[in-house]
């Protein structure tokens, strides 16, 4: 691993590398089930384990990750639905910006609350420009942020969006369709937003089989995101 988590995806595709990540969500796993859920992500040879979820209660990260912590040397990326969710037992933050909406909560006001947390913290924090897209669900991403999702067939928005996104100084953009998505991200979405930006490309959402996942990396994904389908042991 480099000095940092995101040198090392920056360095990934130099290498000819595409990068796995499994989401674990603290309200959906239970602490009891960490150990073996550690042995199965370790047997899809992925190479972050993210946490996160959109209605954690309070205080359940900082435990759950700690306890991650003593089974896997695995990278620990905090991908949090709100302040709340920020542990420094975690390595990373993706510090969320979410683009694709307008509203100013979860565009500035959840950042500047967590700020309090980020001061002293250890934690490397890696700026996310994340662009939320129709997954034909009303995801919760999409109730909690009450905003609205760039439609699939709208390529120049999503694409101008994750432009606009590395213009700011985002070091990441995270295409996502939303939890338990019916479609994950299209490949034309994916593959026109690779072409436009120079930063790595984090796709997630509704991607459930080997092809599916296949289908993010040849379209130019760098890191492909699973949730539910590793939870309901699909894959
Ligand atoms: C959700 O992108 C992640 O924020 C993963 O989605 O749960 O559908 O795999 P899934």
């Keep these: 691993m480099s000095k940092s988590i995101l040198e090392y995806i920056q360095k990934a595709p130099k290498k000819g590398k595409k990068l796995l990540a499994i989401l674990l969500d603290p309200d959906k796993t239970s602490i ?12 899809l040879n992925a190479n972050f384990i993210f946490v996160g979820g959109s209605f954690v209660e309070n205080g359940i990260t900082d435990v759950f990750v700690k306890i991650l ?6 990278p620990i990326l905090l991908f949090p639905g709100d302040y ?8 990373a933050l993706l510090f969320l910006s979410l683009l694709s909406g307008r509203n100013p909560e ?10 309090p947390f980020l001061k002293n913290s250890t934690l490397e924090i890696i700026p996310t420009g994340y662009i939320l897209i129709d997954g ?3 995801s919760s991403v999409l109730k909690v942020s009450k905003t609205t999702p760039i439609p699939q067939e709208n390529i120049e ?11 700011k100084g985002k070091q990441l953009i995270y295409l996502e369709a939303g939890s338990g998505a019916i479609n994950p991200v299209n490949s034309e979405i994916i593959s026109k937003v690779k072409q436009n ?18 289908n993010a990396f040849d379209n130019g994904a760098d890191i492909v995101v699973i949730g539910t389908a590793f939870e309901q042991h699909i894959l």
Excluded: C
């Excluded at 928005?157 to 213009?167: D, E």
């Design 157 to 167: 928005l999503a694409v101008s969006t994750a432009i606009a996104g590395m213009y």
């Design 84 to 91: 709340t969710q920020v542990t420094n037992n975690a390595d």
């Design 197 to 214: 930006i120079t930063i790595p490309l984090i796709v997630g959402g509704g991607i459930k089989t080997k092809s599916q996942l296949k």
């Design 32 to 43: 009891n089930e960490i150990p073996s859920n550690v042995k199965r992500i370790e047997n």
């Design 106 to 115: 979860y565009l500035i006001e959840q950042q500047i609350k967590s700020v």
């Design 69 to 74: 912590k003593e089974h896997t040397q695995l």
């Design 136 to 138: 034909g669900t009303k």
